[in-house]
Protein backbone atom coordinates (compact mmCIF):
# COMPACT_ATOMS: atom_id res chain seq x y z
CA UNK A 1 0.00 0.00 0.00
CA UNK A 2 1.20 3.33 -1.16
CA UNK A 3 2.01 6.02 1.29
CA UNK A 4 0.04 9.08 0.88
CA UNK A 5 1.92 12.19 -0.86
CA UNK A 6 2.79 14.67 2.33
CA UNK A 7 0.63 17.80 1.05
CA UNK A 8 3.72 19.99 1.34
CA UNK A 9 7.20 17.93 0.96
CA UNK A 10 10.29 18.81 -0.20
CA UNK A 11 12.68 16.15 -0.62
CA UNK A 12 15.86 18.23 -0.36
CA UNK A 13 14.65 19.86 2.59
CA UNK A 14 13.30 15.87 4.06
CA UNK A 15 16.95 14.67 3.17
CA UNK A 16 18.72 16.89 4.89
CA UNK A 17 17.05 16.42 7.77
CA UNK A 18 17.58 12.75 7.55
CA UNK A 19 21.52 13.15 7.75
CA UNK A 20 20.91 15.43 10.44
CA UNK A 21 19.03 12.91 12.80
CA UNK A 22 21.20 10.03 11.50
CA UNK A 23 24.48 11.86 12.70
CA UNK A 24 22.61 13.33 15.91
CA UNK A 25 22.18 9.65 16.79
CA UNK A 26 25.45 7.96 16.39
CA UNK A 27 28.27 9.85 17.68
CA UNK A 28 31.03 8.89 15.27
CA UNK A 29 31.73 10.90 11.85
CA UNK A 30 30.24 9.63 8.62
CA UNK A 31 31.67 8.58 5.04
CA UNK A 32 29.38 9.68 1.90
CA UNK A 33 28.79 6.90 0.59
CA UNK A 34 28.15 5.18 4.53
CA UNK A 35 25.28 7.78 4.31
CA UNK A 36 24.22 7.25 1.41
CA UNK A 37 23.46 3.45 1.96
CA UNK A 38 21.98 3.80 4.71
CA UNK A 39 19.18 6.75 4.32
CA UNK A 40 18.88 5.32 0.88
CA UNK A 41 20.02 9.02 -0.80
CA UNK A 42 22.41 8.91 -3.88
CA UNK A 43 26.02 10.20 -3.07
CA UNK A 44 25.22 12.91 -5.02
CA UNK A 45 22.29 13.95 -2.62
CA UNK A 46 24.50 13.23 0.28
CA UNK A 47 27.85 15.44 -0.90
CA UNK A 48 25.94 18.36 -1.53
CA UNK A 49 24.01 18.28 1.14
CA UNK A 50 27.10 17.82 3.72
CA UNK A 51 28.94 20.57 1.80
CA UNK A 52 25.82 23.16 2.11
CA UNK A 53 25.94 22.40 6.12
CA UNK A 54 29.56 22.25 6.52
CA UNK A 55 30.21 25.77 4.48
CA UNK A 56 27.59 26.93 7.64
CA UNK A 57 29.10 25.19 10.45
CA UNK A 58 26.29 22.71 10.73
CA UNK A 59 28.80 19.97 10.29
CA UNK A 60 32.18 19.35 9.96
CA UNK A 61 34.79 16.96 8.16
CA UNK A 62 36.81 15.12 10.82
CA UNK A 63 40.72 13.76 9.22
CA UNK A 64 39.30 10.73 8.02
CA UNK A 65 37.07 12.09 5.65
CA UNK A 66 33.57 11.24 8.21
CA UNK A 67 31.53 13.96 8.71
CA UNK A 68 29.78 14.61 11.96
CA UNK A 69 27.60 17.28 13.61
CA UNK A 70 29.35 20.74 13.80
CA UNK A 71 29.17 23.92 16.46
CA UNK A 72 26.31 25.83 14.72
CA UNK A 73 24.00 23.61 16.17
CA UNK A 74 25.66 23.84 19.85
CA UNK A 75 25.16 27.45 19.42
CA UNK A 76 21.39 27.05 18.41
CA UNK A 77 20.65 25.03 21.55
CA UNK A 78 22.64 26.99 23.54
CA UNK A 79 19.73 29.63 22.51
CA UNK A 80 16.83 27.60 22.95
CA UNK A 81 18.18 26.18 26.05
CA UNK A 82 18.03 30.57 26.77
CA UNK A 83 14.21 30.33 26.06
CA UNK A 84 13.75 27.57 27.98
CA UNK A 85 16.24 28.65 31.14
CA UNK A 86 14.12 32.42 30.99
CA UNK A 87 10.82 30.35 31.39
CA UNK A 88 11.60 28.18 34.07
CA UNK A 89 13.03 31.63 36.35
CA UNK A 90 10.04 33.25 34.90
CA UNK A 91 7.88 30.92 36.65
CA UNK A 92 8.06 31.72 40.21
CA UNK A 93 7.61 35.17 39.61
CA UNK A 94 4.44 34.39 37.01
CA UNK A 95 2.88 32.91 39.76
CA UNK A 96 3.29 35.22 42.53
CA UNK A 97 2.17 38.15 40.27
CA UNK A 98 -0.59 35.90 39.64
CA UNK A 99 -1.28 35.28 43.33
CA UNK A 100 -1.22 38.79 44.10
CA UNK A 101 -3.29 40.55 41.26
CA UNK A 102 -5.87 37.89 40.91
CA UNK A 103 -4.94 37.83 37.45
CA UNK A 104 -3.96 35.51 34.59
CA UNK A 105 -0.11 36.16 34.16
CA UNK A 106 1.54 35.58 30.93
CA UNK A 107 5.17 35.50 29.40
CA UNK A 108 5.92 36.23 25.85
CA UNK A 109 8.87 36.59 23.84
CA UNK A 110 9.17 37.57 20.17
CA UNK A 111 10.15 35.02 17.62
CA UNK A 112 10.64 36.66 13.79
CA UNK A 113 7.49 38.37 12.92
CA UNK A 114 4.90 36.69 15.64
CA UNK A 115 4.72 36.54 19.43
CA UNK A 116 5.32 33.09 21.25
CA UNK A 117 3.65 32.08 24.35
CA UNK A 118 6.53 31.08 26.99
CA UNK A 119 4.11 30.85 30.03
CA UNK A 120 0.90 31.47 31.14
CA UNK A 121 -0.58 31.21 35.09
CA UNK A 122 -4.45 31.21 35.93
CA UNK A 123 -6.10 32.01 39.52
CA UNK A 124 -8.13 29.90 41.16
CA UNK A 125 -10.85 31.76 41.07
CA UNK A 126 -14.08 31.18 39.05
CA UNK A 127 -13.62 33.30 36.13
CA UNK A 128 -10.12 33.55 34.37
CA UNK A 129 -8.37 33.53 31.01
CA UNK A 130 -6.17 31.03 29.60
CA UNK A 131 -3.59 31.27 27.02
CA UNK A 132 -1.84 28.26 26.08
CA UNK A 133 2.25 28.00 26.14
CA UNK A 134 3.93 27.90 22.60
CA UNK A 135 1.03 29.71 20.48
CA UNK A 136 2.17 32.31 18.27
CA UNK A 137 -0.34 35.70 18.50
CA UNK A 138 0.52 39.09 16.28
CA UNK A 139 2.57 41.10 18.34
CA UNK A 140 1.50 44.91 17.64
CA UNK A 141 -1.53 44.12 19.23
CA UNK A 142 0.11 42.53 22.51
CA UNK A 143 0.89 44.48 25.54
CA UNK A 144 3.65 42.14 26.24
CA UNK A 145 5.22 41.57 22.91
CA UNK A 146 4.97 45.85 22.38
CA UNK A 147 7.09 45.96 25.67
CA UNK A 148 9.82 44.00 24.41
CA UNK A 149 9.43 45.44 21.06
CA UNK A 150 9.87 49.05 22.61
CA UNK A 151 13.59 48.35 24.06
CA UNK A 152 14.70 46.96 20.54
CA UNK A 153 16.57 49.74 18.31
CA UNK A 154 14.16 51.07 15.85
CA UNK A 155 15.12 49.27 12.93
CA UNK A 156 15.32 45.94 14.67
CA UNK A 157 11.52 46.57 15.66
CA UNK A 158 10.38 47.30 12.48
CA UNK A 159 12.15 43.90 11.69
CA UNK A 160 10.15 42.21 13.74
CA UNK A 161 6.61 43.54 12.85
CA UNK A 162 4.87 42.06 9.88
CA UNK A 163 4.36 43.82 6.67
CA UNK A 164 0.84 44.97 7.04
CA UNK A 165 -1.00 45.53 10.74
CA UNK A 166 -3.89 43.11 10.89
CA UNK A 167 -7.02 44.87 12.77
CA UNK A 168 -8.10 42.12 15.22
CA UNK A 169 -10.54 44.17 16.89
CA UNK A 170 -11.68 47.92 16.11
CA UNK A 171 -9.39 49.04 18.47
CA UNK A 172 -6.15 47.76 17.18
CA UNK A 173 -3.64 49.95 15.96
CA UNK A 174 -2.60 49.31 12.29
CA UNK A 175 -0.84 52.10 11.55
CA UNK A 176 2.59 51.72 12.01
CA UNK A 177 3.73 55.41 13.13
CA UNK A 178 0.70 55.80 15.33
CA UNK A 179 2.69 52.11 17.00
CA UNK A 180 5.66 53.49 17.04
CA UNK A 181 4.41 56.38 19.26
CA UNK A 182 3.14 53.82 20.91
CA UNK A 183 6.60 52.01 21.68
CA UNK A 184 8.20 55.44 22.40
CA UNK A 185 5.80 56.13 25.37
CA UNK A 186 6.29 52.67 26.43
CA UNK A 187 10.06 53.13 26.44
CA UNK A 188 9.74 56.22 28.67
CA UNK A 189 7.23 54.51 31.19
CA UNK A 190 8.44 50.69 31.23
CA UNK A 191 4.61 50.16 30.57
CA UNK A 192 2.58 48.38 27.62
CA UNK A 193 -1.26 48.31 27.29
CA UNK A 194 -3.75 46.47 25.48
CA UNK A 195 -6.99 47.90 25.62
CA UNK A 196 -9.03 45.51 23.45
CA UNK A 197 -6.47 45.49 20.83
CA UNK A 198 -5.99 41.76 20.60
CA UNK A 199 -9.99 40.56 21.87
CA UNK A 200 -12.82 42.83 22.67
CA UNK A 201 -13.46 42.32 26.18
CA UNK A 202 -9.79 41.51 27.30
CA UNK A 203 -7.24 44.08 28.51
CA UNK A 204 -3.62 43.66 29.33
CA UNK A 205 -0.67 45.37 31.01
CA UNK A 206 3.18 44.54 30.23
CA UNK A 207 6.08 45.23 31.16
CA UNK A 208 9.83 43.85 29.38
CA UNK A 209 12.19 41.50 30.67
CA UNK A 210 15.80 42.33 30.33
CA UNK A 211 18.96 40.48 30.20
CA UNK A 212 22.06 40.76 31.53
CA UNK A 213 23.43 42.95 28.83
CA UNK A 214 20.60 45.32 28.99
CA UNK A 215 18.11 43.76 26.14
CA UNK A 216 14.83 42.78 26.28
CA UNK A 217 14.25 39.27 25.90
CA UNK A 218 10.57 38.87 26.91
CA UNK A 219 7.72 40.57 27.96
CA UNK A 220 5.42 39.49 31.30
CA UNK A 221 2.10 40.95 32.85
CA UNK A 222 -1.52 40.42 33.67
CA UNK A 223 -4.61 39.58 31.53
CA UNK A 224 -8.33 40.34 32.71
CA UNK A 225 -11.74 40.99 32.18
CA UNK A 226 -12.77 44.53 31.12
CA UNK A 227 -15.95 44.03 32.59
CA UNK A 228 -13.86 43.55 35.96
CA UNK A 229 -11.34 46.06 36.05
CA UNK A 230 -11.48 48.94 38.18
CA UNK A 231 -9.37 52.18 37.21
CA UNK A 232 -8.97 52.73 41.12
CA UNK A 233 -6.93 49.04 40.88
CA UNK A 234 -4.98 50.18 37.77
CA UNK A 235 -1.70 51.70 39.64
CA UNK A 236 -1.24 48.79 41.72
CA UNK A 237 -1.71 46.36 38.93
CA UNK A 238 1.27 48.44 36.79
CA UNK A 239 3.71 48.78 40.13
CA UNK A 240 3.27 44.64 40.53
CA UNK A 241 3.73 43.75 36.83
CA UNK A 242 6.81 46.25 36.78
CA UNK A 243 8.54 44.82 39.87
CA UNK A 244 7.73 41.32 38.58
CA UNK A 245 9.69 42.42 35.61
CA UNK A 246 12.33 43.83 37.17
CA UNK A 247 12.81 40.58 39.59
CA UNK A 248 12.51 38.21 36.30
CA UNK A 249 15.17 40.74 34.88
CA UNK A 250 17.29 40.30 37.84
CA UNK A 251 17.41 36.21 37.98
CA UNK A 252 18.40 35.94 34.29
CA UNK A 253 21.59 38.79 34.62
CA UNK A 254 20.11 42.20 34.74
CA UNK A 255 22.08 44.33 37.20
CA UNK A 256 20.44 48.08 35.68
CA UNK A 257 18.48 50.47 37.50
CA UNK A 258 15.79 50.98 34.94
CA UNK A 259 13.25 48.99 36.91
CA UNK A 260 13.95 51.41 39.89
CA UNK A 261 13.84 54.77 37.74
CA UNK A 262 10.43 52.95 36.36
CA UNK A 263 8.49 52.17 39.51
CA UNK A 264 9.77 55.71 41.17
CA UNK A 265 8.31 57.58 38.02
CA UNK A 266 5.09 55.39 38.75
CA UNK A 267 4.81 56.29 42.54
CA UNK A 268 5.40 60.32 41.80
CA UNK A 269 2.57 60.49 38.84
CA UNK A 270 -0.26 58.16 41.09
Known amino acids: ?5 KKYAVPAVEQMLDIVEHLA ?4 GYGITELSRALGI ?3 GVFRILKCLTERSYTEEDPTGGYRLGTQFFTLGMKLRARFELRRRARPHL ?6 TGETTQLHTLRETRALVLDCVTPTGMVFLQVLP ?3 LEPHASA ?3 AELAFLPVDEARRRLPRMLKALTPHTVT ?4 LFGELAQIRRTGLAYDHE ?9 GAPVLDVNGEPVAGVGVTGLVSLFHSKTQPALEHAVLACAGQISRDIGYAGGQFQEFLRSLEKNT
Not at 175 to 178: A, E, H, I, L, W
Not at 197 to 205: E, K, L, V
Open 144 to 146: FSK
Open 1 to 5: MRKAA
Open 197 to 205: DYIQGIYCI
Open 42 to 44: STN
Open 134 to 136: GSL
Open 175 to 178: DKTK
Open 95 to 100: ERLCEA
Open 25 to 28: QNHR
